[in-house]
């Protein structure tokens, strides 16, 4: 019996969550949250505060919080100009669409 009650207990998400606090988004992208926080103000993340003042972060940002590893680990940017270096990528990657879609 304790172990069909234990299974029940235990419970399995069935969707993925729409959006993460600040310590679950820390803890999925094994960052320390003071971190986090350094890179939301420096607008390398893209968070929402709800009235309370919490950051919640959408779940792509997660993608966006590897870039940023990537980046610091590959080629030791800095984070004050991580925001800068993400950007140009989405700006290139964008140009490069397009002149893919216009052959």
């Known amino acids: 019996m304790t172990i069909a009650r234990d299974r029940a207990q235990r419970g399995y998400a069935l969707t993925f969550p729409t959006r993460l606090d600040l310590e679950s988004f820390a803890r999925v992208t094994q960052t320390h949250p003071d971190l986090v926080c350094r890179l939301v103000v ?9 009235s309370a003042g ?10 966006q919080m590897a870039r940023i590893k990537r980046l610091r680990a590959s080629f030791s940017v800095n984070y004050a100009t991580v ?21």
Request: proline share 2%; glycine share 2%; with cysteine.
């Open 42 to 50: 420096l607008g390398a993340l893209d968070a929402q505060t709800d």
């Open 54 to 63: 919490r950051l919640w972060f959408s779940p792509t940002q997660t993608t």
């Open 83 to 103: 925001a800068l270096v993400c950007d140009l990528l989405d700006r290139i990657a964008a140009l490069e669409a397009t002149a893919r879609s216009r052959m």
